[in-house]
C-alpha cells in the first residue's frame, strides 16, 4: 500500500524567511495531494492541494510543487508569519480514496 | 454552512467497556471517511464509506472496532472492550463529489 515520508520533523524559521516541507510517497496509482495545518487542540484544515496532472500550484504565500516521476511533493511557505506556526502534514490519496499521511512538521516561526 | 461535527467532544472511559462516536457530515456529502491520531502522530486511516457502496474497512485495527453509516449519513464508531492503547483523537471527515476532505473536530478518547 501507500507509504508517504515527510521530513524535516520540526523547523525552526525566522519571522520573514521562507520554509519547505517535503514529501514522498511510494504508490505511482495516487494523483491527490493536498496539505493540512493543524493548530493545537484543533482539527485539520486544508491549506493547499495538487492534482497529479499539474506541477505546481500557488495560493498568496503557499505553493505546492509535484515531482511524479520522482514521486516527491513540496510544500513552500514564503515570508513567514508567527500565525503559520503549527503542525503541517502532507497526505497522498488515489482515486478520491482514503488519505495516507506523513507523520508531519512541527513548524516553528520565531519574532 | 454547518460543518463535520462529532459527539463526544471528549470520552473517558474504563478499560474493557464499549464506546460508540458519532460523526454528523456535511450535508449531501456522500464519502465518510474515520482516521485515528495518537499524541503526536500523524493520522491514521480507519474505514471509508462511499454511497451505497460497501466500506472499506482496511484500516481497522483490529476486529474490536466496527462502524456503521445509517442512511448515508450519520455514521457510528464503535470500540468494544477499549485498550489503553486506543486512546487518540478520532477525527471524522468527509467529501463530496470532489477530492477535498472537511474533517470534523474530533473525539478525545481517554481509556483508563
Known amino acids: 500500500g501507500e507509504n508517504v515520508e515527510q521530513h524535516p520533523s520540526t523547523l525552526s524559521v525566522q519571522e520573514g524567511d521562507s520554509a519547505v516541507i517535503k514529501c514522498t510517497y511510494s504508490d505511482s496509482a495516487s494523483n491527490y495531494f493536498p496539505w493540512y495545518k493543524q493548530e493545537l487542540g484543533k482539527r485539520p484544515q486544508l491549506i493547499i492541494d495538487?492534482?497529479?496532472?499539474?506541477g505546481e500550484k500557488k495560493d498568496q504565500r503557499i505553493a505546492v510543487t509535484l515531482n511524479k516521476t520522482a514521486k516527491h511533493f513540496s510544500l513552500h511557505i514564503t515570508e513567514t508569519q508567527p500565525e503559520d506556526s503549527a503542525v503541517y502534514f502532507c497526505?497522498?490519496?488515489?482515486?478520491?480514496?482514503?488519505?495516507?499521511f506523513g507523520k508531519g512538521t512541527k513548524l516553528s516561526v520565531k519574532p | 454552512g454547518a460543518g463535520v461535527s462529532q459527539s463526544p467532544s471528549n470520552k473517558v472511559t474504563e478499560k474493557g467497556k464499549d464506546v460508540e462516536l458519532r460523526c454528523d457530515p456535511i450535508?449531501?456529502?456522500?464519502?465518510l471517511y474515520w482516521y485515528r491520531q495518537s499524541l503526536g502522530q500523524g493520522l491514521e486511516f480507519l474505514i471509508y464509506?462511499?454511497?451505497?457502496?460497501?466500506?472499506?474497512k482496511s484500516g481497522l485495527p483490529s476486529d474490536r472496532f466496527s462502524a456503521e453509516r445509517t442512511g448515508g449519513s450519520v455514521s457510528t464508531l464503535t470500540i468494544q472492550r477499549t485498550q489503553q492503547e486506543d486512546s487518540a483523537v478520532y477525527l471524522c471527515a468527509t467529501r463530496e463529489w470532489g477530492y477535498e476532505q472537511y474533517f470534523g473536530p474530533g473525539t478525545r478518547l481517554t481509556v483508563t
Open positions: 495538487i492534482r497529479s496532472n499539474v
Open positions: 497526505a497522498a490519496s488515489a482515486s478520491q480514496g482514503n488519505l495516507i
Open positions: 450535508s449531501g456529502h456522500t464519502a
Open positions: 464509506f462511499q454511497g451505497n457502496s460497501a466500506p472499506d
